[in-house]
């Protein structure tokens, strides 16, 4: 969990959807990203990427304090005799904080996962992109938020009303299923299928408040799926 909405508060910080979805970077090389690259990211390498940027038409301002997207990842590591050698995750933060020992993505030698992604930005509009194994990434910025209040969105002479958005200190795990992994609410073993649980968010998670006018929540979901089936969540 990354942070959570609530009503309106000094604190909070409004979001802003933008026209269209913009590609921010892509390290293939292909045509349309403000940012484009021909080499994947390495082995344990760090990737600087600016955000607050012009391009397209479309403005990210100095303002943004994070941006929500859509990133893609392909793990391009060679194969070896254990796989399990070469299977990779990412993580994004900004720039000015140490990387976290949470991960927004993973997936095995060779293959290909898109997932939403809430990344916070430094003063100076840069996150990181953190991978530990050769990946070839994009990433689609679809809004962002920011500490400027909105007055009118849709043109229509009104103020629209919203959830305002506020981002916790640190990233803190909220449920976890496996056994000896920490996290504020702990199943200590795999969910069945067509199982449902409920999971409390409100209160104290690791040290850090998740208040009773929380609404909604925004976060992170990492799937093992251990079945020989395909599924969803």
Do not use: W
């Not at 760090?46 to 941006?67: D, F, L």
């Not at 194994?133 to 009303?161: C, K, L, Q």
């Not at 958005?165 to 992994?181: A, D, I, K, W």
């Not at 996290?183 to 998740?210: D, H, K, T, Y």
Request: glycine share 10%.
């Amino acid at each position: 969990i990354v942070g959570y909405f609530g009503p309106a508060d000094p604190t909070g910080l409004y979001f802003y959807p933008l026209p269209r979805p913009l590609r921010l970077s892509d390290t293939t090389g292909a045509q349309g990203a403000c940012s484009s690259y021909v080499n994947p990211i390495g082995t344990g390498a760090t990737h600087a990427e600016k955000a607050t940027v012009t391009c397209q038409g479309i403005t990210i301002p100095n303002s943004a304090r994070m941006i929500v997207g859509n990133a893609t990842m392909t793990n391009t590591s060679p194969t070896t005799t254990n796989t399990s050698l070469n299977n990779g995750s990412v993580t994004f933060h900004a720039a000015q904080i140490p990387r976290p020992g949470t991960v927004n993505m993973q997936l095995p030698v060779t293959t290909t996962v898109s997932n939403q992604v809430i990344v916070g930005l430094s003063r100076d509009g840069v996150f990181n992109t953190y991978s530990s194994a050769t990946s070839h990434i994009s990433f689609d910025i679809m809004g962002y938020f920011s500490a400027e209040p909105e007055v009118d969105v849709d043109g229509d002479g009104n103020r629209d009303a919203g959830l305002l958005f506020y981002p916790l200190g640190r990233t803190v795990r909220l449920m976890e299923t496996r056994l000896s992994e920490p996290g504020c609410f702990s199943l200590e073993r795999p969910l069945n299928a067509n199982q449902g649980i409920p999971v409390a968010v409100r209160g104290n998670c690791g040290g850090l408040q998740i208040p009773l006018t929380a609404r909604a929540i925004s976060g992170q979901i990492t799937v093992f799926n251990q079945s020989r089936m395909n599924g969803s969540l």
